[in-house]
């Protein structure tokens, strides 16, 4: 037997395997891992693994280019393919022409990894959420026209605010074309100046609403510059578009109610309203009637007239003051006079000499002691009551 080189070898089982129908085209159910994604070629590189064995596995760019999802470590899938030898390194591998996410669809395993990272970009903040105008003079509706859904719009709008222009642009909302269109509508609608912006269309499958659960229709409502009512039609399935709008609606004639208030009711709040502002008013005109008679009171009590009067009655209390102040203080004299008086009349010589005392005078010297006079000497004796002359006889 001839010797045969590597090369020769892993051509020819990889010869063999190729030939080998049971081998191509086969399904493979397992669970991804080591997942490598080569952006510079498009390529991509796992290992597909169940609890006892491994299998290497790639999936070139071009059938890669044709999944709607990322395959993620962890995954289970079904790998769609054909087992091949990589001549190069010896080994076999399955070459994945497609793969089948287990226990749901390609589309909808899509669908879940586009709104996560729409939700990680902000496409669903609620701070980028606006308020809807409260007195819209144009609405716009993107839908199919030929659709009831913009019939339902019109009827509602017609009989709640009928004040309002509307502005219906016509738009594919299923099949290949759909998401364009509507993203084409809306930038028409808000190029017309409208104020708020109904996307939807009536009822349908999951299908049926793949227009709406698209990156573009995302970005188109995110990036309108007017607020965006999604009316889908769904009451289960909330799309990226309800993700993406103002504000959400089950169905058209919904959206319709919220876009516009009825008449009826804008006519009760405003009944209420003016009934607050004169209740308001009423109570300003209160307030300013308490304060305009409390400044007149004080304007009053500031006037030179009350001036005068309050100064006159002011005088008159310190008149009387003054002349109550004068009459005790010339009492208090008269008092002090008298008492002085008193005490001067205790200390005169006349009350002594009405005592029974008398004054001696030798011409005009008082005289206080016998030894100044002397016999024969004339003194002048003064009482309390009149005097004599006397000549003196005898000293002792």
């Not at 890669?64 to 190069?88: C, H, Q, T, W």
């Not at 749901?104 to 903040?125: S, Y």
């Not at 100046?193 to 049926?208: A, F, H, L, N, Q």
């Not at 003054?322 to 005790?328: D, E, R, V």
Request: overall charge neutral; proline content about 3%; hydrophobic content about 40%.
């Amino acid at each position: 037997m001839p010797v045969a080189t590597v090369t020769q070898i892993n051509k020819y089982l990889s010869s063999v395997i190729r030939s080998d129908r049971n081998l191509q085209g086969i399904m493979i159910k397992g669970e991804i891992s080591d997942f490598k994604h080569q952006y510079a070629s498009g390529h991509m590189y796992f290992t597909l693994k169940d609890s006892e064995s491994t299998l290497r596995a790639v999936m070139f760019a071009q059938a890669a280019a044709r999944l709607k999802f990322v395959p993620e470590d962890g995954m289970s899938i079904v790998a769609v393919g054909n087992i091949a030898v990589y001549e190069r390194g010896g080994v076999y591998q399955i070459n994945v022409t497609d793969i089948i996410p287990e226990g749901r669809g390609k589309e909808n395993t899509a669908l879940e990894q586009l709104k996560k990272r729409l939700a990680r970009e902000g496409i669903f903040d609620a701070a980028h959420k606006r308020q809807l105008p409260v007195f819209p003079k144009k609405i716009g509706v993107v839908t199919s026209l030929s659709g009831a859904a913009v019939r339902d719009v019109i009827n509602v709008l017609s009989r709640r605010w009928p004040l309002c222009e509307i502005y219906a642009v016509n738009a594919l909302v299923q099949g290949e074309g759909a998401p364009d269109s509507v993203c084409r509508g809306i930038i028409s609608a808000e190029t017309a100046g409208c104020d708020v912006i109904i996307v939807g269309r009536g009822g349908g499958s999951s299908e049926d609403l793949s227009a709406f659960n698209t990156e573009k229709t995302a970005y188109a409502v995110y990036n309108c510059k007017v607020p965006v009512i999604s009316a889908v039609g769904h009451e289960t399935d909330i799309t990226i578009t309800d993700l993406a709008a103002d504000m959400r609606a089950p169905t058209p004639s919904a959206a319709a109610e919220l876009a516009a208030k009825s008449a009826e009711g804008i006519s009760d709040t405003i009944d209420l309203l003016k009934k607050r502002a004169e209740k308001a008013a009423l109570g300003i005109l209160s307030r300013y009637e308490e304060k305009i008679s409390v400044l007149n009171i004080r304007l009053a009590a500031q006037s030179p007239s009350n001036r005068l009067r309050l100064m006159e009655e002011r005088f008159g209390n310190l008149e009387k003051r003054c002349g109550l102040a004068f009459s005790t203080y010339f009492d208090r004299l008269d008092s002090l006079i008298n008492e002085k008086i008193s005490c001067l009349e205790n200390l005169s010589p006349l009350k002594v000499l009405s005592r029974g005392y008398s004054l001696v005078y030798k011409g005009d010297e008082l005289i206080g002691s016998s030894d100044l006079l002397e016999t024969g000497d004339s003194v002048s004796i003064r009482f309390g009551k009149g005097g004599v002359t006397a000549e003196i006889k005898d000293k002792w």
